[in-house]
């Protein structure tokens, strides 16, 4: 049972590390694309970092509910094969 547990939580640690990943790599292509014309440097400074944050809590999002789906599948009771699948 210990290590369904531990083996359980590495999945966690995996599906956050492949999201981080995932926006790692999407960020380059999403940073040439903005374009930002604002008054001063300050504004588009803090249009900039909304624009990040809004990406982030979006990716964030999507992981939370990739997590929430694991949990469903593996969580609610003792399944190796189907956690496996994961």
Known sequence: ????????????????ELAARQLTRDSPKWASDVLLIKPTPQEVQTELARQVKDR????ME?????????????SLFFNPR???WW
Do not use: P, W
Request: charged content about 25%.
């Open 1 to 16: 049972m210990r290590g369904y547990v531990l083996q359980h939580e590495q999945i966690h640690f995996a599906l956050t």
């Open 56 to 59: 982030i809590n979006a990716a």
């Open 62 to 74: 999507v992981n939370l509910k990739r997590q929430a789906e694991f949990d469903e599948d593996t």
């Open 82 to 84: 189907r956690q496996q």
